[in-house]
């Protein structure tokens, strides 16, 4: 949901959430609250019964708001660790299969080297689209195959090997891990269930029988910072989408500073 904004500026989408909420709220305070006072205009005590209701939605409401921020931003960052996890374990990978007799270190190397960069220039702009990359399954079978051919002949290549296979299956694990996450967002009828509960705030600040110019600065205030929770959630739901996403830049790093060949 929301996929459109991934492809704008963020603050350009803070300003179009800003826009639209605060213009719905100046339209409710300018063409709404006319018609609600002719219902309610002779109901005694009615600010009070207004705002005693909006206190208590609004706390209910708030707590909900509050709750989707917390969970986007810690399934952004549990996203980000997990490609952490997934870069330490490919390093340690790599470094372990670099005292391996030749050929054996040659090949796995270039096999780890090619995966990375495939992560890199391929897997993550399919990612950013939300769409789960499939090519490396081939690059990962093509290392095990090679991995799991050779046979340790001494008790320090048996030793070794062992744990290769361990860092292995760790990054197997997170590599899991970080295409599951790929797709992860939140559900729709939450989106439609704070939606409407927005829309249910705004209609009780149009319900005050309050001035014009105070329906404007309040439920205008409000309105913003209603904005800016929505785009604070809807900016963090997709992990790998945005400005503020997660990046490969643990792969680039290890590519750079441990894989890449120095130029001849």
């Keep these: 949901m929301f996929y459109w904004i991934y492809d704008i500026p963020t603050w350009t989408v803070a ?5 639209t909420f605060v213009g719905l709220s100046w339209f409710g305070a300018i063409f709404i609250c006319p018609l609600l006072r002719l219902f309610f205009r002779e109901q005694a005590g009615w600010n009070d019964i207004v705002g005693y209701f909006l206190s208590f939605f609004s706390v209910i409401y708030g707590l909900l708001l509050g709750l989707l921020a917390v969970a986007t931003y810690q399934n952004l960052s549990d996203v980000d660790k997990t490609v952490a ?6 390093a340690s990978l790599y470094r372990d299969v670099s005292s391996y ?15 990375t960069r495939y992560v890199i220039e391929e897997a993550w702009p399919l990612q950013r689209k939300g769409i789960v990359p499939v090519g490396g399954i081939n690059r990962i079978t093509a290392f095990q195959a090679r991995l799991t051919s050779f046979e340790p002949q ?15 299956n760790n990054l197997l694990e997170h590599r899991r891990m970080r295409l599951y996450s790929v797709e992860t967002s939140i559900p729709p009828f939450i989106w439609y269930t704070v939606v409407v509960g927005a829309l249910i705030n ?5 319900m005050f029988d309050i001035g014009f110019s105070a329906h404007l600065v309040l439920g205008g205030l409000i309105a913003f910072f209603t904005s800016t929770m929505f785009c604070l959630i809807a900016i963090m739901d997709n ?11 643990a792969f680039q790093l290890i590519y750079d500073g441990l894989m ?5």
């Design 202 to 206: 705004m209609f009780l600040v149009w």
């Design 15 to 19: 300003a179009l959430f800003a826009v």
């Design 239 to 249: 992990p790998y989408r945005g400005e503020f996403s997660v990046s490969p830049e």
């Design 260 to 264: 890449k060949k120095p130029a001849i």
């Design 154 to 168: 001494t008790k320090g290549q048996a030793a070794l090997h062992t744990e290769a296979l361990r860092q292995y």
């Design 85 to 90: 996890l997934e870069a330490t374990a490919l």
């Design 101 to 115: 007799p030749e050929p054996n270190r040659t090949e796995l190397h270039d096999l780890l080297r090619e995966y």
